[in-house]
């Protein structure tokens, strides 16, 4: 593992127990992602389940998150509702300087299309279109023309080095060139938000540690990066590690605070 | 997402499932195929009943002056039957009037008719004959074409001469492999020469047109189909349509003032034309292309329901698409325009094959039946209406259901 990841542009527990706590205030705009007291039960037949419990989350601009926890964690409320998939019972959620935690189904998905770029455990392509097509639909529900569409669906599919196999379909690639089709189709509109699940969890070990380099080097050119995982060898290529338990924050540390704890069996 | 990009997607998504696709589009498809196969028939039944009227046997911008009707489709009560019982003859001396104030041009007949089996010397007995006696202008009235031989003219009217021009069928079976023109045919026991032989005209109404003959009414032949000086009618063929409503007008008022009718009576006589004929066959006609287009519908509906199956199991199928293309932007509406126009394209092509097969069968009905069927232009404008419309009413549901996925549970789908 790399050790010369630049540590600058984290942002400290002080700054961000500041900016969680100004209840209603919008953030400054280098914040990226501000929740404040987020709630998210569930009615499992009469029987409701906390997901959430009260999550105070702040991620500034460039930093690169992993969300760690058991299943049953909330971690995965917690990707939802940061990817607009879900909305909390309780709580502000403000993305990209916006108060999203109120918006309706399609501001949602106005949301969505412009702010996240979603990259998912089983890639989530679109089995019978092309690499190509397939980067293209977040443009297509932009409303981009044909043609700029299919020059940056182009651009993204060349910072993945797949530029070679835009006309392949999904089936006609390996695991991890499926994963870097997705990873260029979630940038392709420019994202305030890169938002990874378990991005390695269909992949072996070699081809993980290929898209974490590509992860490295979104983060390393200023792409902000969430990564929900349950792996921690994978949690330590992100900088800043974010333990959920319970649907609480558990801890929310650097990632050699982080990798020292697991060293010692912390985890 | 614009609607052409949407109907390039839906294009995609049909041409990935032919086969299901084409099960889908059938009910669409064989509902169009009938209503344009229906329609063209009932266009083509009308065509024939046109062209059998005015083409054969009432004569094309002409009118028959008769006592009643002969031509009559619809119900005639038992009163009106008996009132035109009651009413006068038309006789030979009505026709010379009508001829007298009649422009020069207008061509005239005198008609008689009987059915009549005639006699010759080659062949022992033989079927009945449709039997004219009239003027000649008559053949061209009728737009009779004499082939062989000639017809007979002005002078042999006036003489009476026992002459007669006769059909295909009563030459082939009367004068098997012989010429008949100069030949021999005794008619009701009189001798008459065979001097002409009209052209084949094939048949109407299962009615052979070509098992005629026709002599100069004045000839003995009016003696013994005829009744006196009563005729069956008086025929007069005008140049133009404008000319025989003129001509109507005319011979209507000299009619009436010879029958002495007071204004407030009215006509106790009929100027019978193919319009005339043809205002029952309108109605039959209207109720027919009704029938056309209800009975296919039930078909379309079929199809509907069909197409909302379809696109139910095609929503199921793809949840885990629809949760994908959400959590890239797409709204309700994207996903709802999507889903509709996948299912007007499937029904609009499957109209257009309809459209097609129909074509086919309406092809295939005019080369095996006599019926000369025609496409009617606004029958395919419906149907290609009806199948989008059909296509949007039947994707509705479904297409709503697809919208309203709940993008983390369309995830999940397998």
Known sequence: ?267 | MSLFESIRLAIAQIRAQKLKSFFTLLGVTLGVMFLIAVVSIVQGMGNYMEDAFAGKFLGVNTFTVRRFPDFNMGDVTEAEWRSWQRRPYITVADGDAIRAVIPDSTQWSLLDMDWTTPQSRYVNGGPQVLTEAASPSFFAIKNLTVTEGRAFTELEDQLGSPVVVIGTDVADHYFPNLDPIGKELRIEGLPFRVIGLLEKQGSAFGLSLDRQMIAPFHSPMSRFIGHHDRVYGVMVKAQNPAAMTDLQGTVSELMRRRHKLRPEQPNDFVLESSASALTQWEVIKGILVKAGVVLPAIGLVVGAIVIMNIMLVAVAERTREIGIRKSLGARRRDILSQFLVEAATLSTAGAALGIGLGFGLSRAIAALSPLPTSVALWSVIVSVVLGAGVGIAAGLYPASRASRLDPIAALRAE
């Open chain 1, 1 to 267: 593992m790399s050790t010369n990841i630049p540590e600058v542009g984290l942002s400290t527990t002080a700054e961000r127990q500041a900016v969680t706590g100004r209840a209603g205030i919008a953030p400054g705009e280098d914040w990226v992602i501000v929740t404040r007291g987020i709630k998210r039960d569930y009615d499992m037949g009469g029987e409701v389940v906390h997901a959430l419990r009260g999550v105070d989350l702040a991620v500034r601009r460039n930093e690169y998150v992993a969300i760690m926890g058991p299943s049953g964690s909330g971690k995965s409320t917690l990707m939802n509702v940061i990817g607009c998939l879900d909305t909390p019972n309780a709580g502000e959620y403000w993305l990209n300087g916006e108060l999203v935690s109120t918006k309706k189904d399609d501001e949602l998905a106005r949301v969505r299309n412009r702010e996240i770029g979603f990259v998912f455990q089983t890639f989530n392509l679109l089995p019978r279109a092309t690499a190509l097509h397939n980067v293209e639909l977040p443009l297509v529900y932009a409303g981009v023309s044909s043609a700029e569409r299919r020059q940056r669906a182009i651009d993204a599919l060349e910072r993945v080095q797949l530029a070679d196999r835009m006309d392949h379909r999904p089936n006609e690639l390996s695991g991890g060139q499926r994963q870097r089709v997705a990873i260029a189709r979630a940038l392709v509109n420019r994202p305030a938000i890169l938002l990874a699940d378990e991005p390695t969890g269909n992949l072996d070990s070699q081809t993980s540690e290929e898209i974490m380099r590509v992860f490295e080097e979104l983060a390393n050119t200023g792409q902000t990066v969430i990564m929900v995982t349950h792996e921690s060898d994978i949690a330590a290529h992100a900088r800043r590690v974010v333990v959920l338990r319970d649907g609480r924050i558990a801890s929310d540390e650097r990632r050699d605070a982080f990798v020292e704890k697991v060293g010692a069996g912390a985890i």
